[in-house]
């Protein structure tokens, strides 16, 4: 079991730039997270799949966010004419029954907009 | 809406203190609480979890009650190590399995040898 796995691990982009992160959670995990984290806070919730089904989004996914999990695998979070206000740590998240339903967490990926 | 409220920081102990760090509570259903933890350069780790009221949960020395009275889940280490400091974060979840988890701002611990 390799973990939740977040690439890229650091981005910096210029604003207006789009950029796209991703995720692969645990093996079998069908549940995904992704949660936003900036200096001095705690992450805040943006959005969970089920399987390929989304299932919740946060008013905070404003429309220049998306994310897919097309396969119920591997998930990616684009966001589009990034803003220096996107600038945070963005975490990925996967649970299952099988793992007691504790949701275990990525590393993160940096993304500084200048 | 569901929060979660934690003690000011960062706190700074020297080793072997007792620690105690507060963590209180406002949900719209019955919670189930956690304590997660991140130490340097890592992503963030379950710590401990209760699920229901005057759980206790545990782990590598630390420990948090569930208070419903108090709607409270303060973490405690009755000695702790410089391999301790990281930045400890209280949340929630409302719901079940496929809850989100709401987090507090997080707290830092600095142990000094």
């Known amino acids: 079991d390799t973990g939740v796995s977040q690439n890229p691990r650091h981005k910096i982009t210029k604003r207006g730039q789009n950029v796209t992160f991703r995720c692969d959670p645990i093996?079998?995990?069908?549940?995904l997270y992704w949660y936003r984290q900036t200096l001095g806070q705690g992450p805040e919730f943006l959005t969970y799949?089920?399987?390929?089904?989304?299932?919740?989004k946060s008013r905070l996914l404003s429309d220049r966010f998306s994310a897919e999990r097309p396969k119920g695998s591997f998930s990616t979070l684009e966001i589009q004419r990034t803003e220096q206000g996107d600038s945070a740590m963005y975490l990925c998240a996967s649970s299952s029954n099988l793992s007691g339903n504790t949701i275990y967490f990525g590393e993160g990926s940096w993304l500084t907009v200048v | 809406g569901d929060s979660v409220t934690q003690m000011e920081g960062p706190v700074t102990l020297s080793e072997e203190a007792f620690l105690t760090i507060n963590c209180t509570y406002t949900?719209?259903?019955?919670?189930?609480l956690f304590w997660y933890v991140q130490y340097p350069g890592e992503g963030l780790q379950l710590l401990l979890k209760a699920t229901k009221a005057d759980d206790k949960g545990s782990n590598k020395g630390f420990e948090a009650t569930y208070r419903k009275e108090t709607t409270s889940f303060h973490l405690e280490k009755g000695s702790v190590q410089v391999s301790d400091s990281a930045v400890y974060f209280c949340a929630l979840s409302v719901g079940g399995a496929n809850s989100k988890l709401t987090f507090g701002k997080g707290i830092t611990l600095s142990v000094r040898p």
């Open positions: 093996s079998e995990h069908n549940r």
């Open positions: 949900a719209t259903g019955y919670p189930s």
């Open positions: 799949f089920q399987n390929e089904a989304q299932l919740e």
